[in-house]
């Protein structure tokens, strides 16, 4: 049984695969025992993983979607962390300077994303807007030599490290979503844009989220990103990016629980017999499997026509809904299938289903995909 995104890529996700079992496992290990793992961010470049999907004009390997959620599928498998660094220096933010940044930004933010020696953040969720992200209220107000940002945003992704940190703010409130919503590139270090708490999730310890004070922070007219009031757009086709990659995560990590399950079932012995004999273990792991297959089908069958140049529309929704909420049913199968040794601190199993929940959250909680998917099919009918 076979399922790859294009024929042409199977050789790349062989050579993924390698790379990611060969050096990122052990750096895994080490991230699980609470060790200082090596400095594989440095491996990570040498192999043009890092701004993958930037120009190669600024060192990155160009590639399409596809491409690049094969890497995220293939380090899911590992750990969730390689899925994190590949977002910060090819995901939401990179990929926004890339479309919509001028030569001067590029020129500026985009070198160091592709050689690791910097990461770029998001920041669009505030206090008082998560899901309804149309209702942020972080202000931008035109003032002396630029733009004077004042606000809150947290939850964002690793903005306490990041280089530069997209900040979607408010420039015309009466207008809102529909043109009154800018982006602005916000360098690390601006006067004004404290990071004013870190926080950690249920999730491994990597992920850590900054809440971001912007007071009388000023940015000059070259921080805006894209045009004044188009911020709205550029982050939302961001996200509809995001969800792919997201989804691709899911189904790496999938994968691996069900292979950790599968031989746990042929090894562990009760009762006399190989847990794999009993049919209430073989149940869960044919409906795990069948739901992979399944998420597998939609989303590859998305990226190629992504690939092709076709608007993703509320598909990345859909894949992004299933995948996620998919990945969240294999891990409690994968748990169950262990007992105890699913549950022990330092277990992969353990470590994956902690790591998994974020994905029903963010880039769009499962609500929000639903939302989205029956607007669609309200106004336009069936996709
Ligand atoms: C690990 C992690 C990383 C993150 N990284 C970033 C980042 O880098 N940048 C960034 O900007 N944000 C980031 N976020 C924030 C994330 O995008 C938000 O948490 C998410 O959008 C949900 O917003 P909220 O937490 O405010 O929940 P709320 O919007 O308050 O929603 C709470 C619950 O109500 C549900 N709900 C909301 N509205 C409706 C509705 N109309 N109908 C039915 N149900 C509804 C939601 O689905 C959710 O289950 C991150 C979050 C996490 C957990």
């Known amino acids: 049984m076979s399922q790859e995104i294009r024929p042409d890529l199977a050789e790349v996700r062989q050579a993924m695969r390698r790379f990611a079992q060969e050096r990122l496992e052990p750096v895994a290990q080490a991230l699980d025992a609470g060790e200082t793992p090596p400095a594989w961010r440095g491996w990570l470049a040498e192999q043009g993983y890092l701004g993958m999907r930037l120009p190669s004009a600024f ?4 590639t399409d979607l596809s491409t690049y959620c094969l890497a995220n599928e293939e380090f899911s ?3 969730r962390v390689f899925t994190l660094v590949l977002d910060a220096t090819s995901g939401l933010t990179p990929i926004a300077i890339a479309r919509h940044g001028t030569p001067a930004q590029q020129q500026r933010w985009l070198p160091g994303l592709c050689d690791g020696s910097a990461t770029a953040s998001f920041g669009l969720t505030e206090p008082d807007a998560g899901s309804d992200a149309a209702a942020i209220r972080t202000r931008a107000r035109r003032g002396d030599g630029g733009w004077v940002l004042s606000g809150t945003k947290h939850y964002i992704s690793g903005a306490h490290r990041a280089a530069v940190i ?3 703010a408010v420039t015309d409130p009466a207008l809102g979503a529909r043109g009154g919503i800018t982006a602005f590139l916000v360098p690390q270090g601006t006067p004004g844009m ?4 870190v926080d950690r999730t249920i999730g491994s310890d990597a992920v850590e989220l900054a809440e971001l004070r912007f007071e009388d922070c000023v940015v000059g007219d070259d921080a805006v990103l894209g045009d004044v009031g188009q911020g709205f757009a550029i982050a939302m086709g961001s996200l509809t990016n995001g969800r792919m990659s997201v989804s691709a995560s899911c189904i790496g990590a999938a994968h691996r629980l069900i292979e950790i399950a599968a031989d746990w079932a042929r090894q562990r012995h009760t009762f006399g017999r190989p847990l794999a004999d009993r049919q209430a273990i073989q149940w869960m792991l044919a409906d795990s499997t069948t739901e992979l297959f399944a998420a597998r089908a939609m989303a590859y069958d998305t ?6 140049g076709e608007d993703l529309g509320p598909s990345a929704s859909m894949v992004k809904l299933y995948c996620s909420e998919m990945v969240g049913r294999v891990a409690d199968r994968a748990v169950q299938i262990l007992g105890g040794a699913g549950l022990v601190r330092g277990s992969p199993v353990e470590r994956m289903y902690r790591d998994v929940r974020h994905y029903r959250v963010g880039e769009g909680s499962s609500e929000v995909q639903r939302l989205l998917i029956a607007r669609h099919v309200l106004r336009d009918g069936l996709p």
């Open 59 to 62: 060192g990155g390997a160009e």
């Open 194 to 197: 404290v990071v004013s708490r």
């Open 303 to 308: 990226l190629r026509r992504a690939d092709n």
């Open 77 to 79: 498998r590992i750990h």
């Open 166 to 168: 997209m900040v979607i």
